[in-house]
């Protein structure tokens, strides 16, 4: 699963870690976002990508991604 979808690595820059801030002071207090949640979301939303997690309910409120929900437990028919 990682080598097939996870070839390519994104280093943390200038725009990512700007866009890190701006989500932390929007949603840390309300939503409890944490630092590393909003450098992941931050690196989705600057790379202009999807976000693949099962840990939806700290990026859920973000409009500027496309969150794809899953559940790791979930059987592959």
């Known amino acids: 699963f990682f080598s097939e979808n996870f070839s390519h690595v994104v280093h943390c820059d200038?725009?990512?870690?700007?866009?890190?801030?701006?989500?932390?002071?929007?949603?840390?207090?309300?939503?409890?976002?944490?630092?590393?949640?909003?450098?992941?979301?931050a690196t989705a939303i600057a790379g202009k990508t999807s976000f693949a997690t099962s840990n939806h309910r700290h990026f859920s409120m973000m409009d500027e991604m496309t969150l794809i929900r899953f559940n790791p437990n979930q059987k592959k028919e």
Do not use: M, N, P
């Open 14 to 41: 200038g725009a990512i870690s700007e866009k890190a801030i701006a989500l932390l002071k929007t949603y840390a207090l309300s939503h409890g976002l944490r630092t590393v949640d909003a450098i992941i979301a």
